[in-house]
């Protein structure tokens, strides 16, 4: 008789799906911590939508009944509705604002994070399941309301951890470059759009390359054609003297940007809008080496509707390898006045920042401005007897009801791979209690910090160790102190 094969599935993680230990996710959760604090001082509200939308709340987004998961995870629920994962938090945000308007202060000020799906190719460093970080203002179309936000962007970056050095952002109007390209005659959204990229790859392709994709086209090392915007002589030179109108200053870039797109009704709106802007940041203390006027920054390209804004990590950051690596956007938002009115009808202005916290967090790390904080384990009660486990879960509730992490080893190695475990979980301390501790009403305690201070070099502070006995075995009731006083050390 042969053998039922038995199908073993290969444990493996969904490509793109990331699993996250201790000291990943306490470094997150300080991350938002400090950051939420800023938000609320700042006077957003916290906000939490549910994971799923209905599809058709998406926008751009929205499946087809061909494609139900293009760009998104969706399943069509018993009434035939098809509902999507969340891509972000500022679609759920427009959805909530729109049905809950008349009862909303005007104007809503919101954060939110949590984690957001999308259905793309992942790579490195791109998931299909993070952790954004968001802050919006729906109902104010004043543009001091975008420089709250960029305030807002600039100072919860630093209380994450990032030094004020570390990070830019990097500001701009939509309009500026819409009015530029009235005036030189782009009236087509299709050429509009391919301007827009090619402004985009100024980071990337460099000023020639940018030309060269404003004009027929660019080819790349592979041989792949990009066919681009057509624009004439004349065109190409007034796209190429707006990129370059960044200046040392926000109030001499704007004079250079005058200059250039003067003239147009919606760039002479641009200029005053980021006037204002400036401003405002000048009275909120955002000094302009922190935020600036940068005419590349383009941003989601149709999405935003006035100001946008990029914050970018500066300088070179070497990986443990000595490698080079280039972060580049680590955050960015603006005004997106279009997207309540999806549901409304109405425009409903609209501004805010989001950045990745798992992104962030990299950013620290690289940057070692944050390391991955050592989670401690809990005390461990030491297991000697299955007739004395009664004893050992006693003493773990005990210490629990003091506040302390306690756990008794529930696995089946000895005394010797117990104290193994207890290490190798930085626990502060074990608590041994056999027969003749718990006949004589006693607990003997290791103190395993001590141990690990003294392998690392600590054995010099006679003053210290004295203070420290590595183990004391002390009355029960004295249990709860001891330990305590092990955690304060």
Avoid at 105 to 113: D, E, G, I, L, M
Avoid at 364 to 388: M, W, Y
């Amino acid at each position: 008789m042969s053998e039922i094969e038995v199908f073993r599935p290969e444990p493996r993680a969904p490509r793109g799906f990331q699993d996250r230990r201790a000291a990943d996710l306490a470094l997150e959760r300080d991350i938002l911590a400090k950051v939420s604090r800023v938000y609320e001082l700042f006077g957003f509200e916290a906000l939490d939508t549910s994971a799923f939308e209905y599809a058709d709340a998406l926008g751009k987004f929205l499946p087809d009944s061909e494609r139900p998961n293009e760009g998104v995870f969706a399943l069509q629920d018993d009434d035939e509705q098809w509902m999507a994962l969340r891509y972000d938090l500022t679609a759920p945000l427009a959805r909530f604002a729109a049905q809950h308007a008349g009862l909303l202060t005007k104007p809503f000020r919101r954060y939110a994070y949590g984690p957001v799906w999308r259905n793309e190719k992942p790579g490195p460093g791109r998931f299909r399941e993070f952790i954004q970080c968001d802050a919006d203002t729906v109902g104010s179309a004043r543009p001091e309301a975008d420089a709250e936000i960029i305030a807002l962007a600039v100072a919860g970056l630093e209380a994450a951890g990032l030094p004020k050095t570390a990070a830019v952002l990097k500001i701009n109007n939509r309009k500026l470059l819409n009015g530029l390209l009235k005036r030189i005659g782009v009236d087509h959204d299709g050429q509009k759009l391919a301007v827009l990229r090619a402004v985009d790859k100024l980071d990337r392709l460099g000023v020639e390359g940018v030309k060269l994709l404003l004009g027929a086209g660019r080819r790349d090392e592979s041989g792949a054609f990009t066919k681009g915007a057509e624009l004439n002589a004349n065109g190409i030179d007034a796209v190429l003297a707006y990129l370059g109108a960044g200046a040392t200053g926000r109030s001499a870039t704007l004079a250079k940007l005058a200059d250039v797109v003067g003239g147009s009704e919606e760039g002479e709106a641009g200029l005053r809008d980021l006037d204002r802007i400036g401003t405002a940041l000048t009275g909120l203390g955002v000094d302009e080496a922190r935020a600036f006027f940068d005419p590349s920054v383009v941003r989601g390209l149709e999405y935003y509707t006035g100001a946008v804004f990029e914050a970018e990590l500066v300088g070179e950051v070497r990986d443990a390898h000595g490698d080079l690596v280039r972060f580049g956007s680590i955050g960015g938002g603006g005004r997106y006045d279009d997207l309540v009115a999806r549901f409304t009808g109405e425009v409903t202005p609209a501004t805010g920042f989001s950045f990745g916290v798992s992104r962030l967090a990299a950013a620290l790390k690289a940057s070692g401005s944050a390391t991955l904080p050592k989670v401690r384990g809990p005390v461990v009660v030491i297991a000697f007897s299955e007739a004395d486990m009664g004893h050992y879960f006693t003493v773990a509730a005990e210490l629990r009801q003091a506040g302390i992490p306690a756990e008794v080893y529930l696995g089946g190695s000895g005394m010797k791979a117990q104290m193994k475990y207890a290490d190798r979980r930085l626990s502060p301390a074990v608590v041994l209690l056999g027969g003749d501790e718990i006949a004589a009403g006693t607990v003997t305690i290791k103190d395993l910090d001590l141990g690990r201070a003294l392998s690392e070099g600590v054995e010099s502070n006679e003053a210290w160790r004295a203070a420290r006995p590595g183990q004391a075995t002390v009355p029960r009731a004295e249990l709860v102190a001891f330990v305590k006083r092990i955690l304060e050390g």
